[in-house]
Nanobody, 131 residues
Framework: QVQLVESGGGLVQAGGSLRLSCVAS????????LGWFRQAPGKEREFVGCISWNSGNTFYAESVKGRFTISRSRDNYKNTVSLQMSSLKPEDTAVYYC??????????????????????WGQGTQVTVSS
């Protein structure tokens, strides 16, 4: 059973930084793509970025490109995907979700960007950016 557990959310001032983590377990992730999405109150869940576990290639939404960085690591059988967020803006305030998919054959060159292309989701972690 695939499990994704996010952590690292919190309150930060505009211009600040925050690092989110997603621990992935329950499967072999070598051919998976791990994505980050976010959902602000009253809005649709939107794509933030994703990473190919195998190649490390990443793809980002235009709204976060240059400010957010996704990375992955494996240490003692613990698979972790991180989202480093810098130059945060109040409009980055949302619940951030980690998601996993095996449908793209491990490629993250241009997504997947649609939430229905991902099969497994974490519970989310709140990020609040104050102005």
């Amino acid at each position: 059973q695939v499990q994704l557990v996010e952590s690292g959310g919190g309150l930060v001032q505009a211009g600040g930084s925050l690092r989110l983590s997603c621990v992935a377990s329950g499967s072999t992730f070598s051919s998976a793509v791990l994505g980050w999405f976010r959902q602000a109150p009253g809005k649709e869940r939107e794509f933030v970025g994703c990473i190919s576990w195998n190649s490390g290639n990443t793809f980002y939404a235009e709204s976060v490109k240059g400010r957010f960085t996704i990375s992955r690591s494996r240490d003692n059988y613990k698979n972790t995907v991180s989202l480093q967020m810098s130059s945060l803006k109040p409009e980055d305030t949302a619940v951030y979700y980690c998601a996993a998919t095996w449908r793209s054959a491990g490629s993250a060159q241009a997504g997947p960007v649609k939430k229905n292309e991902y099969d497994y989701w974490g519970q989310g972690t709140q990020v609040t950016v104050s102005s």
